[in-house]
């Protein structure tokens, strides 16, 4: 689910739907499940305007790239995040810090770049213990510019509080893009949200 407010009312003109992506703005929140298929069902069906209206109390504008708004603050966020974990050494890159980890049990998440080898990205999870969840949200440049390198494939947090924000904002992007959140396997064939050995 995605929260959204309304921003502030000018000359009379409808309310902009302003998405809350970190659920901290003031205001009264309307949700909206993360999933391109109810927005874009929604939205040729024009009732996604209607039904913001509606719990808005009042007229509501709804942007006409919704979907791409929410995508480019998800990624943003999923950026932040792992800075901070990064920061506070609880995120390593890179195919042998991120496996030395992974060995060692310390991973409470792990995401690969999007654009990585499908091929790498398996067998970096070989031996994995089952249940671990994976992810594929950005791209290896995103990821590689978090940790100061030119590209980065595979990235392991530590379990933790931002571990567990981390794995909510991956998983509200996989369902914008329209992959979802399926299980099975390693995540190689382009879906953003697997988890090892289900």
Do not use: C, Y
Not at 33 to 60: I, N, W
Not at 73 to 79: E, F, P
Not at 125 to 146: N, Q, Y
């Amino acid at each position: 689910m995605i929260r959204f407010v309304l921003g502030p009312a000018t000359d009379g003109k409808p309310r902009v739907l302003v998405p809350d992506i970190a659920a901290d703005l003031p205001g009264r929140g309307i949700w909206l499940s993360a999933r391109r298929d109810v927005l874009e069902t929604a939205r040729a069906q024009g009732s996604l305007a209607r039904a913001f209206a509606r719990a808005a109390r009042g007229p509501v504008t709804v942007p006409p790239d919704l979907t791409s708004v929410l995508q480019a603050a998800l990624v943003r966020r999923i950026g932040e995040l792992l800075g901070l974990a990064r920061r506070a050494g609880q995120a390593v890159a890179g195919f042998q810090k991120a496996r030395e980890w992974l060995r060692a049990g310390r991973a409470g998440l792990v995401l690969q770049a999007a654009d990585g080898s499908a091929d790498e990205r398996t067998r970096f999870l070989s031996g994995a213990e089952p249940g671990l969840r994976v992810f594929a949200p950005l791209p290896a440049e995103a990821l590689g510019r978090i940790f100061g390198r030119d590209h980065a494939v595979h990235v392991v947090v530590a379990p933790g509080r931002l571990a567990e924000a981390l794995a909510i904002e991956a998983g509200r992007l996989a369902g914008l893009v329209g992959l979802g959140a399926s299980g099975g396997g390693a995540a190689g064939d382009g879906e953003l949200n697997k988890r090892t050995g289900a």
